[in-house]
């Protein structure tokens, strides 16, 4: 469901500059963070973007979409603190998640949606359907 990634950071929650300087090198914080695993398919009218975000509420899940790209964020947290060394298997991802695709056609950001059920994202991406050409017809003077 989720892939580690690393992301570094260059500003805190607060807009401040963390990057430190030692010697010559800059050294920046660095955070892991999960990339969702994501279905893209078309139907006739819409582009539609699935994900299984399980334990995750719709209200902790940020959904940003543009004619040409849709990125999804949120946190995922965990409840109880478990120490490394207890653990047999950790394969479940906890913490910051974010996934951004460029779409395959231009589509209507205002008619966007995305609902959360059953821990399944589905946002629905109506496609703007403009005629690359027209006739224009020439009225004489």
């Not at 695993?37 to 975000?53: F, H, L, N």
């Not at 940003?64 to 947290?77: C, K, L, N, P, Q």
């Not at 395959?104 to 050409?133: C, F, M, W, Y």
Request: aromatic share 6%; hydrophobic share 30%.
């Amino acid at each position: 469901m989720f892939r580690k990634k690393s992301v570094k950071l260059e500003v805190d929650d607060r807009g401040e500059d963390i990057t430190h300087t030692v010697g010559d090198q800059d050294i920046v914080a660095q955070e892991t963070e999960g990339q969702l695993a994501i279905d893209v398919y078309q139907t006739p009218d819409e582009i539609v973007v699935e994900s299984t975000i399980a334990g995750v509420k719709g209200d902790d899940i940020d959904v940003d979409v543009t004619s040409e790209r849709v990125t999804i964020r949120g946190e995922r947290s965990r409840e109880e603190v478990i120490q490394d060394g207890d653990y047999y298997y950790q394969e479940c991802f906890w913490g910051k998640f974010s996934r951004s695709v460029i779409l395959p056609q231009e589509i209507d950001p205002d008619e966007a949606t995305s609902v959360l059920k059953n821990g399944v994202l589905t946002i629905r991406l109506p496609k703007l359907h403009r005629d690359k050409s027209r006739k224009v017809k020439v009225k004489e003077s």
